[in-house]
């Protein structure tokens, strides 16, 4: 078994049972990144000491082992993430599609797609059976 070999099956035996990486983590790299490469361009340390709290965080919950905290604290900051880029999805469907008008169910809030040039028209959410009168 050659050296490398070794020293992956090292690595590999010493991560089991710790957390890893996830969308969170990459998340964390990717700001430390932007923010090192800003306070390098500006010279401002007191940016490049934070960015590199950011990189000591990210490894914290690399190597962690309390599993269950990493994977809530993972599944909070994808809701959030969702939740903010949300109205860009939606906006983005809408320029594409011509034809259809999106609205979102005031009960619900599931989107609901018409077709445009209707006038006005009485909209029932299939999931909720709200009723609600919009314009196409």
């Known amino acids: 078994m050659g050296f490398w070999r070794r020293f992956a099956f090292g690595l590999q035996k010493w991560m089991y049972g710790r957390y890893g990486s996830d969308t969170l983590n990459i998340a964390i790299l990717i700001t430390y990144a932007v923010l090192y490469i800003v306070a390098q361009i500006f010279w401002l340390p007191l940016l490049a000491w934070l960015s590199m709290g950011l990189l000591l965080w990210s490894f ?77």
Do not use: W
């Open 60 to 136: 914290f919950r690399m190597f962690s082992r309390n599993i269950a905290a990493r994977s809530r604290e993972n599944r909070a900051f994808c809701s959030f993430f969702q939740r903010l880029a949300a109205p860009f999805r939606r906006s983005a469907r809408s320029i594409k599609d011509r034809q259809h008008r999106y609205y979102s169910c005031p009960k619900c809030r599931n989107t609901l797609r018409v077709p445009k040039g209707k006038g006005k028209l009485e909209i029932t959410c299939p999931v909720c059976g709200n009723r609600f009168v919009r314009k196409s």
